[in-house]
């Protein structure tokens, strides 16, 4: 078994108390390869920020548990090398199982998110229960989540929201023992997370998205005061970065995302922790294309994986100082 402190990590429980105090966000960046990890290292120290290091169960597979744990430790030092001892978290996102959370504590992760949100509320609290007995034995922090988001993102799928019920935090609170709360306020996953018939279409015909339900979020405010709450799916999807993709040979239909104002609001509550992981896809595809489209003798990887880590910086480095709020936090 690895701690994560040998890595050089930290876990959530401080940054999240400093976040709320100072009405912030930390952002929490998915990442499978080194290039996005480079991406973000730079762009957080750069900004001055902390930051959650998100791997998906499938992101796990992809890039190999082994490689991951040292590939966080290697984000740890290259930090430094860039002149920052930037505080990171390195987080299971969307975990599905407690042998899954259990495997990624054994192997160095400091948080886990356990999903039992498409369960029984019974059979919710059960496993997040269990996942939480697990990981507080490590100072390893935990994640739960109530409400269902729609989307597809990786291999979390589904097709209708089902919002937060406020009445249910107390008691999922007091029964599980989580660190933190992810909750469904009209967010969602994916870089389409609104049919055209939701939204309303703006004078420029850009598609607008019904609002988030802050009345929601104030509610479970009340309930449960000075908590951690996180808010999942909460990409942009930056217009800019689909007519890139479109224009050269991508077929995104109708992408729409959270707007960015919505966002810095929910960063001054509660909300304390926001995933934002299609932007950076998007901003990604949309510089390898480009580069594709306009140089197609090139085949050279790093002469198409370099312009797309150098905009995924750029991307992050925005979201950090305009939406999130954390920049210069440490």
Do not use: W
Not at 295 to 316: I, N, Q, T
Request: with cysteine; aromatic share 8%; proline share 5%.
């Amino acid at each position: 078994m690895t701690s994560f402190k040998d890595l050089g990590l930290v876990n959530s429980r401080e940054l999240f108390k400093k976040a709320m105090a100072g009405k912030y966000a930390i952002p929490a960046f998915n990442f499978n390869n080194m290039e996005q990890m480079q991406a973000i290292v730079q762009a957080c120290v750069e900004a001055k920020s902390p930051v959650i290091l998100q791997v998906s169960s499938g992101a796990r597979k992809y890039a190999n548990q082994t490689l991951l744990r040292y590939m966080a430790q290697g984000a740890v030092e290259y930090a430094k090398e860039l002149g920052a001892n930037v505080p990171i978290v390195l987080h299971l996102d969307h975990g599905d199982t407690l042998d899954l959370c259990k495997s990624c504590i054994d192997y160095g992760f400091s948080s886990v998110m356990i999903d039992g949100s498409h369960h029984p509320y019974a059979d919710n609290v059960a496993i997040t229960a269990a996942v939480v007995e697990y990981a507080h034995k490590y100072d390893v922090t935990v994640e739960g989540e109530l409400g269902v988001l729609a989307g597809v993102e990786d291999e979390v799928s589904a097709e209708h929201h089902t919002y937060t019920q406020p009445e249910e935090v107390e008691d999922f609170l007091k029964k599980t023992g989580v660190d933190s709360l992810a909750i469904s306020i009209g967010t969602s996953h994916g870089a389409n997370k609104f049919r055209p018939e939701q939204c309303t279409r703006g004078a420029d015909g850009v598609l607008i998205p019904p609002p988030l339900r802050f009345d929601i979020l104030e509610a479970i405010e009340k309930r449960i005061p000075g908590f951690p709450i996180v808010l999942h799916g909460a990409s942009s999807v930056p217009q800019a970065s689909v007519a890139t993709i479109n224009k050269y040979g991508g077929a995104l239909k109708d992408a729409v995302g959270i707007p960015e104002e919505q966002l810095r609001r929910a960063a001054t509550s509660a909300v304390c922790k926001i995933n934002i992981d299609s932007d950076g896809r998007l901003a990604m595809t949309a510089a390898v294309r480009e580069v594709f489209a306009t140089k197609p003798a090139e085949f050279d990887p790093r002469k198409y994986l370099g312009p797309a880590r150098d905009s995924l910086k750029e991307l992050y480095k925005h979201k950090i100082v305009n939406v999130l709020g954390s920049n210069n936090r440490f």
